[in-house]
T-cell receptor, first 114, second 115 residues
């Protein structure tokens, strides 16, 4: 089975531009998570979905960040407008609807805001 | 609130020697515990988990971990380290029935295996 697929793998853009990160979870997984990883803050949970519905977005840093999951096989994380401090690696993960199941991570999008 | 501590930012070990990466946790209730490994420019990869039963769990790449309820620890171990084990290791905890499927991660431990 294919793993979690994220695109693009790398994104470099200028401050103020809109950035859209994409994620395709593993088929059959009911939960989808968006994380951000930086050297300073480590791994932070931004938001997660269950059956395409956002459950907890308390980790979203500002209103500039938004996430959607229009169907079971696709999710986006959008930053508008982007700022240099948003530079980080953004990961998507998915898991089955069982508390004893691990999350499976994509390889991330490395975002650089100039 | 649940939390995970990885007390060592970095662990250095010689190739062929046993390795231990430490993890302690704080939760209300019985935890589910996980170890992940992250190689450069890659996502986190699941290594092993403790759910219930035998306190010693075995996982991928020859790794194992021991759950110790009295010490609230879940240390990752391997009898003989390989240079290819050099990576960033994360411990994570979840409390079942707490109404949330999110994991709480430690800050990570960088393991360097020296040839």
């Amino acid at each position: 089975d294919a793993g979690v697929i994220q695109s693009p793998r790398h994104e470099v853009t200028e401050m103020g531009q809109e950035v859209t990160l994409r994620c395709k979870p593993i088929s059959g997984h009911d939960y989808l998570f968006w994380y951000r990883q930086t050297m300073m803050r480590g791994l932070e949970l931004l938001i997660y979905f269950n059956n395409n519905v956002p459950i907890d977005d308390s980790g979203m840093p500002e209103d500039r960040f938004s996430a959607k999951m229009p169907n079971a096989s696709f999710s986006t994380l959008k930053i508008q407008p982007s700022e240099p401090r948003d530079s980080a690696v953004y990961f998507c993960a998915s898991s089955r609807n069982r508390a004893n199941q691990p999350q499976h991570f994509g390889d991330g999008t490395r975002l650089s805001i100039l | 609130a649940q939390s995970v501590a990885q007390p060592e930012d970095q662990v250095n070990v010689a190739e062929g020697n046993p390795l231990t990466v430490k993890c302690t946790y704080s939760v209300s209730g019985n935890p589910y515990l996980f170890w992940y490994v992250q190689y450069p420019n890659r996502g986190l990869q699941f290594l092993l988990k403790y759910i219930t039963g035998d306190n010693l769990v075995k996982g991928s790449y020859g790794f194992e971990a021991e759950f110790n309820k009295s010490q609230t620890s879940f240390h990752l171990k391997k009898p003989s380290a390989l240079v290819s084990d050099s990576a960033l290791y994360f411990c994570a905890v979840r409390v079942p029935g707490a109404g949330s499927y999110q994991l709480t991660f430690g800050k990570g431990t960088k393991l360097s295996v020296i040839p």
